[in-house]
């Protein structure tokens, strides 16, 4: 503003003490909460770079953003770059009406800026209007309830950039100039207190959630003295839960992505954290009522499988995992959670060591029968069967599969005498007694056979050992079969002749959470042609066994293996190819549901074991 007067910039102050109180007011409640709930124990700032580059890349960059919804992303990514952009501008137009402008629009460096700012403000005006169309218009049900407040802030936003881009060609001195500015500057003052009432508290925490959540993809924490049982209680809720549940920007990701939600289950990743958020409003983080229950419903946090879509789509940081888990340790281990099945498989455990329930004299049987090399610490890998390999009658097929392969490759290996299940479903279940004598067994077992290296079909058991088994000190190396084939594809058999059409189903376990995408691909590339599913790779849809959903029986709605049995089917692969012995048993069944000609269903070793058999079998997978 040229010249303002003094009245001018006595109601400029006012309306700036006015606005930032609001916004205090409004901002201090959430912080108190943030600021009041338990210290995270296992949270460590180090090491600084890779939190940096997570932040260049998610914040700055708004890289995730982009890459998961590409044109709605970059929709967004215009929105934040403009306001970035516009900083400069606000501050100097607050200054302005206050007669000290620091930038001058006729030197240089201010003619530059206002016209880059420019560019951005068209860029945010189109952006701002497009993502208002698709929530108000198009409407995608994951978005959710349509709230009255995303209008006002998407019409403020598009008001700021039409009126910035209005006093360019205005000249202030005029009348109309003016009533620009003052417009301009209403809309900013009114702004302001909107942010910390609605979602868009997410512009100012969500970089630091972003910048402070937990090391490592979907972290358990581990429990601390003999009062923690998870989440139980508002007493229970970490300052990185309560800084995640402010940051939910409500964009429904998480849910578009949810098997779970996807198959008609009540469970919502959104709702899980909206529901911590309003707990936390309502309640208050130090609160004695349970956190399932009126807001969060008991349900729906067991029907999670566990597969890591919500948490690896959210744009702003939320761990939705550890929550998810940590209500399941709050309802299980205090005794709250009533389940058949659950019980069944915990009865199971106890008993038998594995969680299909059969004696350990079978897995005995399996390996004199099929004279398995018993580990004695000469051996490059001890071979770890799991429950799927030692019990079931398919799963054992992959191991002895593996096993023709490992001895082409002259890769040396044998199993344990004595192995129970690693613990992986009530490791997800929330019962971590049973989940610590398991893994405590088992690594008792390990360090007297002096195991030091291991090789698994599981993904599961090699999430759990490589990683949950730490918390009691276990450090082995644990390697995935389809890495090691992979590495050492050069000796395998080449392709002979025509090959079949093999769709590659990622399981969950070995994608989201090991990256490990393209090493079982290479296998089967060796033996076909590798076409993909509609949703494969990072966005690959789960079998539906994870989370001890296998173990929980019938499911509400649509059963998840069947749904992506169906979207396998629709490829036209003659092969499904698998790397997990949860998948393959998920997808047994379904694919007679969905299909009267289904596809052969093999693991990525038996495809390659086939090879090893005549030169023609390679060709036939």
């Not at 909460?33 to 949270?43: E, G, K, L, Q």
């Not at 607050?94 to 206002?114: D, I």
């Not at 392969?405 to 971590?432: A, I, M, Q, S, Y």
């Not at 690959?540 to 293996?561: D, H, I």
Request: glycine share 10%; with cysteine; charged share 20%.
């Amino acid at each position: 503003m040229a010249h303002p007067s003094w009245l001018e910039a006595a109601v400029l102050l006012i309306g700036l003490c006015v606005s930032i109180t609001l916004f205090w007011l409004r901002f201090r409640k959430p912080m108190d909460a943030i600021r009041r709930a338990r210290v995270n124990p296992d949270f460590h700032l180090e090491p600084l770079g890779p939190r940096v580059r997570q932040f260049v890349w998610e914040v700055l960059l708004q890289g995730k953003v982009i890459r998961e919804r590409p044109l709605p992303g970059l929709a967004h990514a215009f929105v934040f770059w403009g306001f970035c952009a516009f900083a400069l501008i606000t501050m100097n137009h607050v200054a302005a009406g206050f007669g000290v402008p620091f930038l001058n629009r006729e030197g240089a460096f201010g003619k530059a800026y206002f016209g880059f700012v420019a560019v951005f403000a068209v860029a945010v005006a189109v952006s701002i209007a497009g993502l208002a169309i698709r929530r108000f218009v198009v409407q995608p049900k994951w978005l959710g309830e349509v709230k009255l407040e995303s209008g006002w802030i998407a019409l403020f936003i598009f008001i700021l950039m039409v009126t910035y881009l209005a006093g360019l060609w205005i000249d202030e001195g005029t009348a109309a100039g003016r009533v620009n500015w003052w417009l301009h500057t209403a809309t900013l003052l009114a702004f302001l207190p909107l942010i910390p009432h609605t979602k868009h508290l997410h512009l100012v925490i969500s970089p630091a959630t972003v910048f402070l959540r937990r090391n490592g993809f979907s972290k358990i924490p581990p429990l601390v003295g003999d009062e923690d049982f998870g989440l139980d209680t508002g007493k229970d809720i970490t300052k990185l839960d309560a800084l995640q549940a402010y940051s939910c920007v409500e964009c429904g990701r998480c849910t578009e992505h949810c098997p779970a939600n996807y198959t008609g289950k009540l469970l919502n990743p959104k709702e899980i954290i909206l529901g911590l958020r309003r707990y936390l409003n309502e309640e208050g983080p130090g609160n004695e009522e349970p956190l399932l229950g009126k807001h969060i419903s008991a349900e729906a946090a067991f029907q999670c499988t566990t597969c890591g879509a919500c948490e690896f789509q959210c744009p702003v940081g939320i761990q939705h995992l550890p929550v998810i888990i940590g209500l399941r340790r709050g309802a299980v281990n205090t005794g709250k959670w009533e389940d058949d099945f659950g019980t069944k498989m915990f009865l199971a455990l106890e008993r038998n060591g594995n969680s299909l329930g059969f004696s350990s004299s079978e897995r005995q049987k399996f390996i004199e029968k099929n004279e398995l090399p018993i580990f004695d610490g000469s051996q490059e890998y001890c071979l770890w069967l799991g429950c799927m390999g030692s019990y079931d009658p398919q799963g054992r097929e992959i191991v002895l599969a593996l096993t023709r392969v490992l001895r082409h490759l002259g890769v040396t290996f044998g199993v344990l005498r004595k192995e129970k299940c690693t613990g992986d479903p009530v490791r997800r279940l929330g019962n971590d007694l049973l989940f610590s004598q398991m893994a405590e067994a088992n690594i008792e077992t390990m360090k007297t056979a002096k195991v030091t290296k291991l090789l698994s079909i599981c993904p599961h058991c090699v999430r759990t050992i490589g990683e949950d088994w730490k918390e009691f000190g276990a450090d082995f190396q644990v390697e995935h079969h389809s890495e090691l084939l992979a590495r050492l594809q050069a000796k395998l058999p080449p392709r002979n002749g025509t090959s079949e059409k093999v769709v590659f189903h990622d399981p969950c376990y070995l994608g989201r959470y090991r990256n490990i995408y393209d090493e079982p691909r290479d296998v089967l590339a060796r033996y076909g042609e590798v076409i993909e599913a509609d949703r494969a790779r990072e966005r690959s849809f789960c079998c539906g066994a994870g989370g001890g959903q296998m173990f929980l029986g019938e499911e509400k709605g649509t059963r998840v293996n069947i749904e992506r049995a169906g979207q396998l089917a629709a490829t036209g692969a003659a092969v499904v190819g698998t790397a997990c012995p949860f998948c393959q048993t998920m997808f047994r069944d379904a694919f007679g549901t969905v299909t009267p000609t289904p596809p052969k269903l093999l693991d990525i070793a038996q495809i390659a074991a086939a090879a090893l058999e005549t030169p023609a079998a390679a060709k036939v997978i």
